[in-house]
């Protein structure tokens, strides 16, 4: 009589369920990034990304950056900007890490400097991504990319490693 009371109860308990992630994200991004293309060269981009989630593990994201270069005696300031909208993928979810693959476009400038003239282009990118959880909802993230850069003077082919700091909401 007990054991059928007890399953009873058991199945009118509510499951204990794992906590789901709040659907938008939005972190703080410092990187370092390298272009073959001669007016942007190595730089260390800073940056804001958001994330809005669209259908199971494919999150929509956004993420706009900014670099600069000081003045020496060889070279003027410069900096470049980019503005970028993207797709990611979600591949698996190890307790409190989830790997991902990625996808962007963004919207690319550079800034008058170091003997180049100002000029806007496009980039492609595509890379891997890492994120784990320190908490429930905060999040740090290791981001790598290649991508290829149109610019009307040049442009070529682009590495970047980035780190994320986080937290959904």
Known sequence: MRLPALAL???????LARAQLAPRSLALELGFSSDSAPALGSRAPVGLVASWWLAGE???TARASWASAA???G????GAYEA?????????????LRPHLAAEVAAVG??????FSAETGVRLGGGVGLEAFLGR???????LQGSELWL??????GLGAALRAGAYF
């Open 152 to 157: 009307p003077h040049g442009g070529g082919l």
């Open 9 to 15: 109860v058991a199945a009118c308990l509510p499951a």
């Open 84 to 96: 970028g909208a993207g797709l990611r993928y979600r591949l698996a979810r190890w307790g409190s």
């Open 110 to 115: 550079v800034l008058p400097g170091s003997g």
């Open 58 to 60: 494919l999150d929509a």
């Open 137 to 143: 909802e905060v999040f740090l993230a290791l981001a």
């Open 71 to 73: 003045r020496t005696d």
């Open 75 to 78: 070279r003027a300031a410069d």
